[in-house]
């Protein structure tokens, strides 16, 4: 279980380290730096699959995706830093674990870079630093891997090692090395993250793929998408726990039943609603956006093949309010199983998950920077940044 999240340089984030739980919940005012939080955390599971500066490129580059603001906050009254950096370019991410935890350091290339001839992607970010430790806090003690540059190294009963090879500055020390015989912790924890699931904003709108059948086969786990919910809620109901999903859809569309058929001849899966008072069922092409959105939620939160950590941003979008209630159920249901966090402007939704024993952490701004309301400077989840 992941135990504390860190983000450091990333837009309106300059410094932020959140204790995390089984259920936690993040919240706050529009602009307060929520969607930020969570795209820093989907960045940060992308460095397993070599997928970091990919990711980067797709969100304008690095230079778009730095701390806007200055440098060295600087006293109330004090002229404004200008706008050209003294400091090195630094994007940092990690976190920390109730097994390992692992911290990852983009900067840019240097001014001058070296022969042979330039290259067209000589402005593409680098990974300098990169580390694994065990326990809670980066220590030397603690310090299992780290890359600097192009080196990397493991620590063994009898010292440090050091492969034989060196890494090229886009590539991850999670993403390509996968010895488990040099590094296991290294392939414990890059399996563990690539396992790592995100639903943002699933298409319910007329083209959406959940309203179309698809060809059916065993679906576990809800694509990202929402393209082969027919399957997933069939998959629930053969091999998971079928009078759960018939409660939930019931305790969100009172009366209400999901069922899939299946055309024998294509073998593709259509979902329909039969709902009390109505002599015929209704297919996903007529349902409402708040009524499919809610059978994606209960598709992707009754899983048969839970992952270590599940992250919803704005679960709430084109739910009735009546729907919450029903959804902090459910996802408080999936925390007993997976660790979720849930990112949501939604104070009913954010209220009902605190009843149920969700950690709640309240974003807001203060001098243009992502701050937790309420915690003084002190406090919060003691962090430390390997150096490069």
């Given amino acids: 279980m992941l135990t504390a999240l860190a983000i450091e340089g990333y837009r309106p984030i300059r410094s932020l ?4 739980a089984p259920l936690t919940v993040v919240t706050g005012a529009n602009g307060s730096g929520k969607s930020s939080l969570y795209r820093a955390l989907r960045l ?9 500066i990919p990711a980067l490129a797709r969100e304008g580059g690095l230079a778009s995706t730095l701390w806007a603001g200055p440098e060295v906050p600087g006293r109330s009254g004090a002229p404004a830093q200008g706008t050209v950096r003294g400091g090195p ?11 390992y935890g692992s911290a990852i350091d983009f900067g840019l290339p240097p001014a001058q870079p070296p022969p042979p001839p ?28 780290e890359r600097r540059g192009p080196l990397v190294r493991h ?16 590539v991850g020390m999670l993403g390509t090395f996968a010895d488990p015989a040099a590094a296991p912790e290294l392939l414990a924890l890059r399996e563990g993250m690539r396992g790592w699931r995100f639903y943002d904003h699933v298409r319910t709108d007329a083209e959406a793929p959940a309203r179309h059948p698809q060809v059916g086969t065993r679906t576990p786990v809800l694509a990202s998408d929402g393209s082969d919910l027919a399957a997933a809620l069939q998959t629930i109901r053969e091999q998971g726990d079928a009078d759960e999903l018939d409660a939930a859809v019931d305790r969100g569309l009172p009366g209400s039943r999901a069922a899939v058929d299946v055309d024998g001849a294509t073998g593709r899966f259509s979902l329909s609603v039969r709902q009390p008072g109505l002599l015929r069922a209704f297919d996903a092409t007529e349902l409402s956006d708040g009524t499919l959105r809610y059978l ?3 598709a992707a939160l009754l899983s048969t093949r839970p992952s270590e950590l599940l992250v919803l941003n704005e679960p709430e979008t084109s739910l009735h309010p ?43 701004k203060s001098e243009g920077q992502t701050v937790v309301e309420g915690r003084g400077l002190l406090e919060g989840p003691h962090w430390v940044w390997p150096k490069r």
């Fill in 17 to 20: 380290a959140l204790e995390l």
């Fill in 155 to 170: 620590r063994r009963d009898d010292g440090w090692v050091s492969p034989d090879f060196r890494l090229a500055p886009w």
């Fill in 296 to 298: 994606l939620w209960v």
């Fill in 322 to 364: 009546s729907l919450l209630e029903p959804l902090a159920e459910l996802i408080a249901a999936a925390s007993r199983a997976s660790q979720v966090l849930v990112v949501s402007h939604a104070s009913e939704l954010v209220d009902a998950l605190e009843r149920a024993g969700a950690l709640r952490h309240e974003l807001s």
């Fill in 89 to 99: 370019v630094a994007l940092r991410l990690g976190f920390a674990g109730s097994d």
């Fill in 118 to 145: 330039p290259s067209a992607f000589r402005r593409d970010p680098e990974i300098k630093v990169e580390a694994v430790w065990t326990g809670p806090v980066l220590r030397s003690a603690t310090l299992l891997s």
């Fill in 44 to 52: 940060l599971a992308a460095s397993a699959t070599d997928g970091a």
